[in-house]
Antibody
Framework: QVQLVQSGAEVKKPGASVKVSCKAS????????ISWVRQAPGQGLEWVGW????????NYAQKFQGRVTMTTDTSTSTAYMELRSLRSDDTAVYFC?????????????WGQGTLVIVSS | DIQMTQSPSSLSASVGDRITITCRAS??????LHWYQQKPGKAPNLLIY???SLQSGVPSRFSGSGSGTHFTLTISSLQPEDFATYYC?????????FGQGTKVEIK
């Protein structure tokens, strides 16, 4: 069955960077996009951006432009999201998710989430 | 950016009730509209994609309708496991955007 397994929780200081990994299994990694979505404590879902593992093309939400980089390693079917210059309001659970072009670009599978805490 | 507005923000209902959640887009999105269920501490789970297609494994009491700018999610007979938060999301263009969520609570 399709699985997206993310790296563990992180605690970072303001101004630092964090890199979250997302290992995919049981499907052809390069055939589906990977979106990253975050959820601050008690809040709704916020789209961070998207990467096409086939060609590395990315699309970032404007509010994260310049602070976020999404990459993939097709040899290990792993996606990465790096967020720099962390602020306290970046504290959130970060989800990776598979986006399916065949299903009208819906997100059909989600990782378990990675809690990132930004605190001095 | 396309704004997605859900209503209500929360509702209280009883087991067996029929409930409807509405999602409106700030511009037309055809049927690029999806519904997710999220329980506390868990990742969202896809219920409905492309406005009205039931995701495999999702009970048939869930249904979706709409196109353009107005969409609805209906649960025909609420079950205890359906108490959760529901989100709509558009994939018509980027940035992908979500509604603010509708929390369904037990009356």
């Amino acid at each position: 069955q399709v699985q997206l397994v993310q790296s563990g929780a992180e605690v970072k200081k303001p101004g630092a960077s964090v890199k979250v990994s997302c290992k995919a299994s049981s499907y052809t990694f390069t055939s589906y996009g990977i979106s990253w979505v975050r959820q601050a404590p008690g809040q709704g879902l916020e789209w961070v951006g998207w990467i096409n593992p086939y060609n590395g093309n990315t699309n970032y939400a404007q509010k994260f432009q310049g602070r976020v980089t999404m990459t993939t390693d097709t040899s290990t079917s792993t996606a990465y999201m790096e967020l720099r210059s962390l602020r306290s309001d970046d504290t959130a659970v970060y989800f990776c998710a598979r986006e399916s072009q065949q299903l009208a670009f819906t997100i059909d599978y989600w990782g378990q989430g990675t809690l990132v805490i930004v605190s001095s | 950016d396309i704004q997605m507005t859900q209503s209500p923000s929360s509702l209280s209902a009883s087991v067996g009730d029929r409930i409807t959640i509405t999602c409106r887009a700030s511009q037309t999105i055809s049927t690029y509209l999806h519904w997710y269920q999220q329980k506390p501490g868990k990742a969202p789970n896809l219920l409905i994609y492309a406005a009205s297609s039931l995701q495999s494994g999702v009970p048939s009491r869930f249904s979706g309708s709409g196109s353009g700018t107005h969409f609805t999610l209906t649960i025909s007979s609420l079950q205890p496991e359906d108490f959760a938060t529901y989100y709509c999301q558009q994939s018509y263009n980027t940035p992908r955007t979500f509604g603010q969520g509708t929390k369904v609570e037990i009356k």
